[in-house]
């Protein structure tokens, strides 16, 4: 089981963990809901931190993903063709949606922790 | 921004709220699937308040509407309602609407939100009469009970009205406080939508909502009822219906009643039937993944050939979906498309309309 306390986060929902996973936090699952496809980068793609890399598309609307740092995609989870409800389901593990090799791992670092992000949510909130 | 009757009772039931053309609306309470499915299986609770409701009275109300609806308003007898079309000389469609007769000389229309003030200000041009009065019922509300489950909710709050049939209309009670009940909807399945002034109407939201709940009733969003009305390929004006398009090249040319005499537009309607249509309104689906939405642009053999006027994933289908307005010679079923969506491109093929049937054993 991976643990979002983990993964590091961006201001646009993404988690990344330390081996460069990359997926949505639970707050975007929640606030997109029904996810009914997923289209993910192809192996190989090398793409910078804040570059739109996959689509989650929900009954209502499409979501661009951008990913949280650079590298070169290395693997992407083809179990969300037959099921992108695992996004919902399972945000942070079964649900990720591709890894990173990172070519700036200081990148990472840079980013929320989940205690931090979950703070930066509740003071939007209010 | 507008506020139903019902505002806070969304917001108590976490209702996600949104902007629909100046109406603060809920798009969902739980997921839109939960509540697509609910419809489909059991039943759902939808504000409709937003629609608008006008009154037509008056001596010539009857031979004032047959001139500006395509529909025989004399098919509508007392308690009885037809859908109609309000047609402009070019036999572009102004709005699609319900006409429901209430009265001998008393008639009631259900028109879309987003069309009260373009329609009441066409029907007021029009009238030649003094004896007749159009009003619109200022701040009504008025909410959907859907789904096949329906008539067994009503049954426990209003006996006589869950006894309305297909497309009637009627007063009935609820303890207390009473509504305008008609036999209608907008999602595929049997239902009753219901209309009144709100202190009663919001009572009789409480009372079929306690009373369907154990009958696994959902309050339902503005995105459920956008799923559900595509797969029953039920026009949303804007979308399937405007100014530009005729009711046969949507599709709906059993809105036109030829026989009844004269109407607005009937003479572009003739022309337009003896020369032959040029575009129709069709429906596809979209092989693999990858949703489409209105506005995407429909290529075919290298060539644009138009733009998708709705288009959304089925839940009961499992599959995007979506309508648009195509040349002839592409609208047949088994026809390939692409559609493209910003730098996207998704492949589909045309089907037949409806996408989705209630099966012939739930109809009572």
Redesign the interface.
């Known amino acids: 089981m991976r643990s979002p306390n983990d993964c590091r986060f961006t201001k646009t929902h993404e988690w990344v963990a330390p081996d460069g996973a990359v997926g949505l936090s639970d707050h975007a699952q929640k606030e997109i809901?029904?996810v009914?496809?997923?289209?993910l980068p192809k192996v190989g793609r090398v793409v910078k931190a804040g570059e739109a890399s996959a689509?989650v598309?929900?009954?209502?609307?499409?979501f661009d993903i951008y990913s949280p740092v650079s590298g070169k995609i290395t693997k992407v989870n083809t179990d969300l063709?037959k099921n992108p409800a695992l996004v919902n389901q399972s945000p942070y593990d079964n649900g990720w949606l591709f890894v990173v090799e990172m070519s700036a791992p200081k990148e990472r670092e840079s980013l929320s922790t989940h205690d931090a992000y979950k703070k930066s949510l509740e003071s939007n909130s209010h | 921004m507008n506020r139903t009757p019902f505002y806070d009772r969304h917001i108590a039931l976490n209702g996600k709220m949104v902007d629909f053309f100046g109406w603060e609306l809920p798009?969902?309470y739980s997921?839109?699937?939960l509540e697509?499915t609910a419809v489909r299986q059991k039943a759902g609770l939808f504000d409709i308040s937003h629609m608008g409701q006008v009154y037509v009275w008056g001596k010539d109300a009857e031979a004032t509407l047959q001139h500006l609806v395509t529909s025989d308003v004399r098919k509508a007898t007392i308690g009885k309602g037809i859908y109609a079309h309000f047609l402009n000389d070019r036999g572009g469609v102004i709005d699609d609407l319900f006409v429901f007769r209430l009265e001998a000389d008393k008639f009631f229309l259900i028109v879309n939100a987003s069309r009260v003030q373009p329609d009441l200000e066409w029907m007021k041009a029009q009238k030649k009469s003094f004896n007749i009065t159009i009003l619109e019922a200022p701040q009504a509300a008025a909410f959907a009970l859907q789904g096949p489950e329906a008539e067994r909710i009503m049954e426990k709050v209003s006996p006589q009205a869950a006894r309305l049939g297909h497309h009637a209309i009627g007063d009935f009670s609820f303890g207390d406080v009473t509504a305008l009940v008609s036999r209608t909807g907008y999602t595929g399945e049997d239902g009753f939508e219901l209309y009144g002034p709100a202190g009663h109407l919001l009572s009789i939201w409480d009372q079929l909502l306690a009373a369907g709940r154990p009958l696994g009733l959902l309050p339902c969003g503005l995105?459920a009822r956008d799923?559900l009305r595509t797969e029953a390929s039920y026009p949303l004006y804007g979308h399937e219906l405007d100014d530009k398009h005729t009711p046969l090249e949507s599709g709906l040319g059993w809105v036109v009643s030829w026989d009844k005499g004269h109407f607005i537009g009937r003479e572009a309607l003739v022309k337009q039937k003896s020369d032959g249509i040029k575009v129709k309104l069709a429906g596809f689906q979209v092989d693999g993944?990858?949703?489409v939405?209105p506005g995407g642009k429909i290529v075919a053999n290298g060539k644009e050939v138009g733009t998708v006027a709705s288009g959304?994933?089925s839940?009961t289908l499992g599959k995007?979906i979506g309508m648009a307005f195509l040349p002839m010679e592409c609208a047949n079923n088994g026809f390939q498309l692409k559609i493209q969506?910003g730098s996207?491109e998704m492949s589909a093929m045309t089907v037949k309309l409806p996408f989705y049937k209630r099966p012939v054993a739930s109809i009572k």
């Open positions: 809901t029904d009914v496809y997923v289209e689509v598309e929900s009954v209502k609307a499409a063709s | 798009v969902q997921t839109i699937t697509h995105g799923t993944g990858g949703v939405r959304t994933f839940p995007a969506l996207r």
